[in-house]
């Protein structure tokens, strides 16, 4: 009941804008702009180097600060679910940017995993956002050539603490083993490219849960996809012209 009405009021009833608050705007252009995936690229944890064991090569789609990280929450936590869309736009570019595994016309099936919230904090926030934003941005994926679609085939194991507040370690050691691949899942999944897809990361200890459970299962995971990260996440990349120029010297 309270996720269909919070959506036709988001619809019907013009509000300020969940990015920068401009009047009578869900979401005003220039907020809309910070998620439409041109700043996309391949990002790790910034609290580790490398990232925890077994996290699988992440792009995001957006910077996780301002305006982006204002929609990201009001989505999440303030259930505006008409931001399912821009943030699946955001998704969908970090997918094609390298999250698929060079996602394409023709290059096979595309599944898109969202990593799952817990039950107690969907019954709380009425909807589960990862797996709102993966609907939206399959859909983005298929107008782009992409053959895309959505399997929710992990579920929580066990209960785990708020992550709030947790360390990197602390919250690998909380997630260890939480998730696991509903039955029937790898059958679903059989012979698709996997992508994780989240809406933020951090520490990468989700993720990397979330591949754990899916190997485990026997399935590969090419790659993972989030909607944005923060900015010191992204990787910087050396232009080919760059580094051919230091090779001859």
Request: glycine share 14%; net charge positive; proline share 6%.
């Amino acid at each position: 009941m309270r996720g269909w009405w919070q959506e036709l009021a988001g619809l019907v009833l013009p509000g300020d804008c969940a990015g920068c608050g401009a009047a009578r705007a869900v979401l005003c252009p220039r907020c809309r702009d910070a998620l439409s995936g041109a700043g996309a690229g391949p990002v790790r944890p910034a609290t580790r180097r490398a990232g925890p064991v077994g996290l699988p090569g992440v792009h995001a789609g957006a910077r996780y600060e301002g305006a982006v990280r204002a929609v990201v929450l009001a989505h999440k936590e303030r259930g505006a679910l008409p931001l399912a869309g821009p943030l699946g736009t955001a998704l969908a570019a970090a997918v094609l940017r390298g999250g698929g595994g060079g996602a394409g016309a023709g290059a096979g099936e595309l599944v898109l995993v969202p990593v799952p919230s817990a039950r107690r904090a969907v019954r709380a926030r009425g909807h589960d956002p990862a797996r709102r934003i993966a609907l939206a941005a399959s859909g983005r994926l298929r107008r782009a050539g992409a053959p895309a679609r959505v399997a929710p085939v992990l579920r929580p194991r066990r209960r785990v603490a708020d992550q709030a507040g947790l360390g990197a370690r602390e919250r690998l050691e909380n997630l260890a083993g939480a998730l696991e691949v509903c039955r029937g899942g790898a059958r679903v999944t059989a012979g698709a490219r996997i992508v994780l897809v989240d809406d933020v990361i951090t520490t990468g200890a989700t993720l990397a849960e979330a591949a754990r459970a899916l190997r485990a299962a026997g399935l590969g995971v090419a790659g993972a996809a989030v909607v944005a990260a923060p900015a010191d996440s992204f990787v910087r990349i050396r232009s080919a012209t760059r580094t051919e120029q230091k090779s001859c010297e």
